[in-house]
């Protein structure tokens, strides 16, 4: 997305907010077949999704070789904390 480019927010049925939150499902098949035509939808009209789902696609790319065991206990602990404290709001 330009810097310039005003922020999109709505397209047709989803708007973007709803992407970011349904991302990770969709990537990784988990999503209900109606959800992702709505999602596959959007994408067809907002540059800013496409680039942002292509983006995550790449980050679990460069990801998929770590193991539970390659990430030191203390680091991988302070993650799981993050993220249930993210999650939890």
Known sequence: MIADEPIHTDYGDMACTEVVEIATDYLEG?????DVRRLERHLETCEGCSEYLAQMRAIAGSLGGLS?????AEMRDGLVAAF???RQG
């Open 30 to 34: 988990a999503l209900p077949a109606g």
């Open 68 to 72: 539970e065991d390659s990430i030191p």
């Open 84 to 86: 249930r404290a993210f």
